[in-house]
């Protein structure tokens, strides 16, 4: 499985972007799908995750302000990004989990295939 993340880029804070990540190959052994971020000197970190059947769980410090979505027949994950913060800068990264006794998943670990990252760069 290939994930291919994007549509970051520099937003002033309170506006709005829309992340992108396509999947490809053996897509049908994809299960939970996620995205995590991480800022400069920080670790990686939980942003949320969706199931294949659209159950979804959130971060606090993002709740409210984001929205998960997936189009499994496209193969692609969204991330839309609402009333953006100066704190929310940070390289967001798409993951997507092959265990199927697991509906989603808030751990790093439990994803086995990673995009490559988009930046996010919010200006205050």
């Known amino acids: 499985v290939q994930l291919q993340a994007s549509g970051g880029g520099l937003v002033q804070a309170g506006g709005s972007l829309r992340l992108f990540c396509g999947a490809s190959?053996?897509?049908?052994?994809?299960?939970?799908m996620g995205w995590f971020r991480q800022a400069p000197g920080k670790e990686r970190e939980f942003v949320a995750a969706?199931?294949?059947?659209?159950?979804?769980s959130y971060s606090d410090s993002i709740k409210v302000r984001f929205t998960i979505s997936r189009d499994n027949a496209r193969n692609t994950l969204y991330l839309q990004m609402d009333s953006l913060k100066a704190e929310d800068t940070a390289v967001y990264y798409c993951?997507?989990?092959?265990?199927?006794?697991?509906?989603?998943?808030?751990?790093?670990?439990?994803?086995?295939?990673w995009g490559q990252g988009t930046q996010v760069t919010v200006s205050s």
């Open positions: 993951a997507a989990d092959s265990n199927r006794r697991r509906r989603l998943s808030t751990r790093r670990n439990d994803y086995d295939y």
């Open positions: 190959g053996d897509t049908f052994g994809i299960y939970g």
């Open positions: 969706v199931s294949r059947g659209g159950d979804t």
